[in-house]
C-alpha cells in the first residue's frame, strides 16, 4: 500500500485561507459537543484528543490535535500508533478533523460573513461551532440532548462509546490486529510523551459507534446496555436507515444550503422521533444556521438574559425568531456566541475547566450552586 514520506505517526492539515481567524482552543470550547465522549479536550496542551476512523469505517486510531505557535499554518495532528498510515487512510483522518473544526473555504466564507454583522462575536474571534467527525454522529449526539439534563446527556455518550469499545474487541472483530494494534499504542515515545496526558495511557478509550455498529442492535438491548431510555428506538431507526440506504446524510448534509433549508428540514421530520429541537441542533452541526434550537436552557437564556420573564414552551419560537433575525441567516451561531459568553461569565473558561465539572454547564446549574453557595 502506497503510504507518505512524512512522519508516519503525524500528519499536518494546511488551514490555508483559514489561518488568519483560527484558533484551535477558540474553535473545539465552544459548544456542549466538545464535552460528550470520545472528545477530550486536553487544557494543558490546548489539544483535543479522540478517537477517528480509518477509511474502512471499521477501525480506530486515537489522535492529538494541536496548533504550533511555531507552525501556525498547519494543524498537527498524532497518531498514537507506531504504524504507517496508507494515503487513503490519511485522507480520512484529515477530512474528519477538517470537518470537527471547520475547515474549509465554505466554512471560513460563513465564519467571515457572520462577523461582518456581529462585531463583538469578531473582536471574541469566534465563529466557528464544534461538532462530530461526521453527520451521523452529529444526528446522534442531537438526539441524546432531548428531555432530559445535561448530566445525563454526558453519560449517555459515555456508554455509547463504552460500546463501541466493546464491539470492536468482539467476535466479529480481528482480534490478532486489534491486540497488535494495542501494543503499537502502548509504545513510548517522545513525541507521544509531549501531547499525551493520562487519560490515553491509562484507559482505552471507545470511539462514538457509526451506523452499522448501532444497526445490529434491538431497542431493548441498545436501552440496557448504554441506559438511553426512549432515545434507542430513534437511534437504531436513524441507524438503520442509513445502513439500508434510505437515508443519505452526507448527501443531505450537502444539500443544506440557504436555498434548500426547509427541504432538507422537512426530510429530517419525516423520521420519526426527529422533533424541532433536534433537526436544528443536526442542521446547525451541519452549517445551517437559521433555526435555534429552542429548549429549557434557551428560555431560561431569554429570561435572564434578554429579560423576557413571559418567554415559555409556547412563546419560545416566536421570540427567538425576533432576537435574532437581524443576524439572518447566522441566528444559531449569535444566539451560541450569547451563551458561550454567559456560561464563561458564570463558570469561567470552558477550555480550562476539568471534565468533573462538565456536569454543571447550564444556566440552571449556576442557579444552584448559587443556591448551594447561599446556604452554606
Same mark, same amino acid.
Given at each position: 500500500?502506497?503510504?507518505?514520506?512524512?512522519?508516519k505517526?503525524?500528519?499536518?492539515?494546511?488551514?490555508?485561507?483559514?489561518?488568519?481567524s483560527?484558533?484551535?482552543?477558540?474553535?473545539?470550547?465552544?459548544?456542549?459537543?466538545?464535552?460528550?465522549?470520545?472528545?477530550?479536550?486536553?487544557?494543558? =496542551?490546548?489539544?483535543?484528543?479522540?478517537?477517528?476512523?480509518?477509511?474502512?469505517?471499521? #477501525?480506530s &486510531?486515537? &489522535?492529538?490535535?494541536?496548533?504550533?505557535?511555531?507552525?501556525?499554518?498547519?494543524?498537527?495532528?498524532?497518531?498514537?500508533?507506531?504504524e504507517?498510515?496508507?494515503?487513503?487512510?490519511?485522507?480520512?483522518?484529515?477530512?474528519?478533523?477538517?470537518?470537527?473544526?471547520?475547515?474549509?473555504?465554505?466554512?471560513?466564507?460563513?465564519?467571515?460573513?457572520?462577523? %461582518?454583522?456581529?462585531?463583538?462575536?469578531?473582536? /471574541?474571534?469566534?465563529?466557528?461551532?464544534?461538532?462530530?467527525? =461526521?453527520?451521523?454522529?452529529? !444526528?446522534?449526539?442531537?438526539?441524546?440532548?432531548?428531555?432530559? =439534563?445535561?448530566?445525563?446527556?454526558?453519560?449517555? !455518550?459515555?456508554?455509547?462509546?463504552?460500546?463501541?469499545?466493546?464491539?470492536?474487541?468482539?467476535?466479529?472483530?480481528?482480534?490478532?490486529?486489534q491486540?497488535? =494494534?494495542?501494543?503499537?499504542? %502502548?509504545?513510548?515515545?517522545?513525541?507521544?510523551?509531549?501531547?499525551?496526558d493520562?487519560?490515553?495511557?491509562?484507559?482505552?478509550?471507545?470511539?462514538?459507534?457509526?451506523?452499522?455498529?448501532?444497526?445490529?442492535f434491538?431497542?431493548?438491548?441498545?436501552?440496557?446496555?448504554?441506559?438511553?431510555?426512549?432515545?434507542?428506538?430513534?437511534?437504531?431507526?436513524?441507524?438503520?436507515? &442509513?445502513?439500508?440506504?434510505?437515508?443519505?446524510l %452526507?448527501?443531505?448534509?450537502?444539500?443544506c444550503?440557504?436555498s434548500?433549508?426547509?427541504?432538507?428540514?422537512?426530510?429530517?421530520? /419525516?423520521?420519526?422521533?426527529?422533533?424541532p429541537?433536534?433537526? !436544528?441542533?443536526?442542521?446547525?452541526?451541519?452549517?445551517?444556521?437559521?433555526k435555534?434550537?429552542?429548549?429549557s436552557?434557551?428560555?431560561?437564556?431569554?429570561k435572564? &438574559?434578554?429579560?423576557?420573564?413571559?418567554?415559555?414552551?409556547?412563546?419560545?419560537?416566536?421570540?427567538?425568531? /425576533?432576537?435574532?433575525?437581524?443576524?439572518?441567516?447566522?441566528?444559531?451561531?449569535?444566539?451560541?456566541?450569547?451563551?458561550?459568553?454567559?456560561?464563561?461569565?458564570?463558570?469561567?473558561?470552558?477550555?480550562?475547566?476539568?471534565?468533573?465539572?462538565?456536569?454543571?454547564?447550564?444556566?440552571?446549574?449556576?442557579?444552584?450552586?448559587? #443556591?448551594?453557595?447561599?446556604?452554606?
Amino acid at each position: 500500500m502506497e503510504t507518505s514520506t512524512m512522519p508516519k505517526n503525524l500528519l499536518y492539515l494546511p488551514l490555508g485561507k483559514c489561518q488568519s481567524s483560527f484558533n484551535l482552543e477558540k474553535a473545539v470550547c465552544n459548544h456542549g459537543f466538545f464535552m460528550m465522549a470520545p472528545n477530550r479536550w486536553i487544557s494543558s =496542551t490546548k489539544s483535543l484528543q479522540r478517537p477517528l476512523r480509518l477509511a474502512d469505517q471499521s #477501525t480506530s &486510531v486515537l &489522535v492529538t490535535i494541536s496548533h504550533s505557535p511555531k507552525d501556525a499554518a498547519n494543524l498537527h495532528i498524532y497518531i498514537h500508533d507506531d504504524e504507517a498510515l496508507s494515503v487513503e487512510n490519511q485522507r480520512a483522518i484529515l477530512g474528519q478533523v477538517a470537518r470537527m473544526l471547520r475547515i474549509s473555504e465554505k466554512d471560513e466564507k460563513a465564519v467571515n460573513e457572520f462577523q %461582518e454583522i456581529h462585531a463583538q462575536a469578531k473582536k /471574541e474571534g469566534f465563529g466557528r461551532i464544534f461538532r462530530s467527525p =461526521t453527520p451521523f454522529e452529529d !444526528a446522534i449526539k442531537s438526539i441524546l440532548l432531548c428531555n432530559c =439534563t445535561w448530566s445525563r446527556t454526558l453519560d449517555m !455518550a459515555k456508554s455509547l462509546c463504552k460500546l463501541q469499545l466493546e464491539l470492536s474487541k468482539g467476535p466479529q472483530s480481528n482480534r490478532k490486529e486489534q491486540r497488535k =494494534t494495542k501494543r503499537k499504542r %502502548e509504545q513510548k515515545n517522545q513525541i507521544g510523551t509531549k501531547v499525551c496526558d493520562k487519560y490515553s495511557k491509562d484507559r482505552e478509550i471507545g470511539n462514538f459507534p457509526n451506523s452499522k455498529e448501532l444497526a445490529k442492535f434491538n431497542i431493548s438491548d441498545l436501552q440496557k446496555r448504554c441506559s438511553v431510555g426512549f432515545r434507542a428506538r430513534y437511534i437504531v431507526k436513524l441507524a438503520q436507515s &442509513v445502513e439500508k440506504g434510505t437515508l443519505a446524510l %452526507e448527501k443531505l448534509e450537502d444539500e443544506c444550503d440557504l436555498s434548500s433549508y426547509e427541504s432538507v428540514y422537512r426530510k429530517l421530520t /419525516e423520521l420519526k422521533g426527529l422533533g424541532p429541537f433536534t433537526i !436544528a441542533t443536526t442542521l446547525m452541526c451541519w452549517g445551517c444556521y437559521q433555526k435555534v434550537p429552542a429548549d429549557s436552557e434557551t428560555i431560561r437564556h431569554l429570561k435572564q &438574559v434578554h429579560g423576557m420573564s413571559s418567554c415559555n414552551n409556547r412563546t419560545i419560537n416566536k421570540d427567538v425568531d /425576533e432576537i435574532y433575525k437581524k443576524y439572518a441567516p447566522f441566528q444559531c451561531v449569535a444566539y451560541w456566541f450569547e451563551l458561550l459568553q454567559d456560561y464563561e461569565k458564570n463558570f469561567g473558561q470552558l477550555s480550562e475547566l476539568d471534565e468533573s465539572d462538565y456536569h454543571r454547564i447550564t444556566g440552571s446549574g449556576f442557579l444552584q450552586a448559587k #443556591t448551594n453557595a447561599s446556604k452554606s
